[in-house]
């Protein structure tokens, strides 16, 4: 089946870096996406990786790793604003259609 | 630019009723995708719509319907409600269907059964 699995939670404290990782058990899409969502609302588009590597959008970084069936976003010089879940996701070739991981919840403490 | 706009952005209603949820793009976007987001089950994928087209379901009952309009404004319906289909639903829009990741998501709208 396809799924992605993500850790629940992350905690990390203000300035520093977190990486959060998302493993997946699917194949034939087209790339790895990442999401942010605040308390439920609007998730927002990130980053994506249709090749393998690293992909760089700001503090934002995203790594894809298809012969390891991995992938990460890497968020540099956290701040407090960046405490939200965060969505891994996979493009199928279908089109329109993704397939979300469970979400991670990030913490940021002072 | 105007974003995604979904309406209602509350809603309660009583089982076994049914309930309209409207999604309007972004201007001049042609793909409309929906998905439910409850605690449990996370974020899931119900349909997309491309060009009024029917274009990928995701494994929801037959219940769970929608459609796209010419001017590719989305609704989804959603009859017999059940206490589960209690949730947040979500829609999104791209400009084409298969594309780089970036779709565009709405506020959604967060449905209560009671």
């Known amino acids: 089946g396809q799924s992605l699995e993500q850790p629940s939670e992350v905690t990390a404290v203000e300035g520093a870096i977190v990486q959060i990782n998302c493993t997946y058990q699917t194949s034939g899409f087209y790339g790895l996406s990442w999401y942010q969502q605040h308390d439920g609302g609007a998730p927002t588009f990130l980053s994506y990786n249709a090749l393998d590597g690293l992909e760089e959008t700001g503090r934002f970084s995203s790594f894809l790793s298809r012969s390891d069936s991995y992938g990460y976003l890497l968020l540099q010089e956290l701040q407090m604003k960046d405490s939200a879940s965060y969505f891994c996701?996979?493009?199928?070739?279908?089109?329109?259609?993704?397939?979300f991981g469970q979400g991670t919840e990030l913490s940021v403490k002072p | 630019k105007a974003g995604v706009t979904q309406t209602p952005r509350y809603l309660i209603k009583t089982r076994g009723q049914q309930v309209t949820l409207s999604c309007s793009p972004i201007s001049g976007h042609r793909s409309v995708s929906w998905y439910q987001q409850t605690p449990g089950q996370g974020l899931q994928f119900l349909f997309e719509y491309f060009s009024e087209t029917q274009r990928n379901k995701g494994n929801f009952p037959g219940r769970f319907s929608g459609r796209q309009f010419s001017n590719s404004r989305s609704e989804m319906n959603v009859s017999t409600l059940e206490l589960g289909d209690s949730a947040l639903y979500l829609c999104?829009?791209?400009?084409?269907?298969?594309?780089?990741?970036?779709?565009?998501f709405g506020s959604g709208t967060r449905l209560t059964v009671v």
């Open positions: 996701a996979v493009t199928y070739n279908q089109g329109g259609k993704l397939i």
């Open positions: 999104a829009s791209s400009l084409e269907s298969r594309v780089s990741g970036g779709y565009t």
